[in-house]
């Protein structure tokens, strides 16, 4: 049984900072890629990062250079770390995986962008 359980969102200013945390069930966790995605009010779930089991990472365009993704195995947590954060960050965030031919989601966290 795969669990992903979101936390550390909540309300931040424009410039501010936040770490994400995915704290997953199960012995798939370190052979498997993460991904986080998010979803803003009234739009569809976009991609934001990826850490593949190798460690690899890629990023959307639109938080690359602001936002790190990384895991840590021992703990079977994955971990984004949101910096220099904008109102359009504004969004439920999820963790993702793919394992046994199902999608695995998270329920989510809301990080919240505004003065």
């Known amino acids: 049984q795969v669990q992903l359980v979101e936390s550390g969102g909540g309300l931040v200013q424009p410039g501010g900072s936040l770490r994400l945390s995915c704290a997953a069930s199960?012995?798939?966790?370190?052979?498997?890629?993460m991904d986080w995605y998010r979803q803003a009010p009234g739009k569809e779930r976009e991609f934001v990062a990826r850490?593949?089991?190798?460690?690899?990472?890629n990023y959307a365009s639109s938080i690359k250079g602001r936002f790190t993704i990384s895991r840590d195995n021992a703990k079977n947590t994955m971990y984004l770390q949101m910096n220099s954060l904008r109102p359009e960050d504004t969004a439920i965030y999820y963790c993702?995986?793919?394992?046994?031919?199902?999608?695995?989601w998270g329920q989510g966290t809301q990080v919240t962008v505004s003065s």
């Open positions: 993702s995986t793919y394992y046994g031919g199902f999608e695995y």
């Open positions: 199960g012995s798939f966790f370190s052979f498997n890629a």
């Open positions: 850490i593949a089991s190798s460690g690899t990472t």
